[in-house]
C-alpha cells in the first residue's frame, strides 16, 4: 500500500509541475504538507468552530500540536480566514446572477482601475478575471430582478471602463461546497 502512496506522490509532483507552472526546483522548495495537515484542513473546513481539543480529537492528536500546526497553515495562508456562512435568501439577496464583462479596452491600468471600483461594490461578492470573450466574471447578489435592474444602471453602468455585459440568471443552486478537495 506504501508504494501506491509513493507511485501517487511522484505523479501528483510530476503533473503539478505542469498545473502550476513550476520547475522541479521550485516545486521542491514549496512546503508539503503532511497527511495530518490534510486532514486538519478537511476538518476545518467543514466546522471552523471545533475548539482545538475537539479537533484534536478528531485527528488523533493532542492539542498541543494540533494548535501549533493550525497557527502555522494560518501563518503559511492556507487558511485565509473564518467565516459565518449566511443565507442569502433569508437575508433578501437570494437572486443571484452572473455577470460576463468585457472591458472597452484591456491594458494594466485599466483593469487595475476596473477591480478596484469592483472591490468597493457590495452586492459583487465574486469577480474573476478570465479568459475568452469577456474579461471578468461577476456574482451578484440583489434582492430581485428589478433592483438588478437598477444596479446594472446605476452602478455597473457608470463604471468609465465598461464595454458589454451578460447577465446569466440563476434558477436553482444544483451544488456549492464551500470546501475544496483535498
Known sequence: M???TIFADIIRVNISFVILGTSPKEYYSMEILDKTDLQILRVLQNNSRLTTKELAAKVNLSPTPVFERVKRLEAN?????YVAVL????LNRGFVVFCSVKLRRLNRDIAAEFTR????IPEVTECYNISGDYDYLLKIHAPDMKYYQEFIINVLGTIESMGSLMSTFVMDEVKHEY????
Open 87 to 90: 443565507d442569502p435568501a433569508k
Open 77 to 81: 495562508g492556507y487558511i485565509k480566514k
Open 117 to 120: 471600483i469592483v472591490r468597493e
Open 179 to 182: 470546501g475544496i478537495p483535498l
Open 2 to 4: 506504501e508504494n501506491i
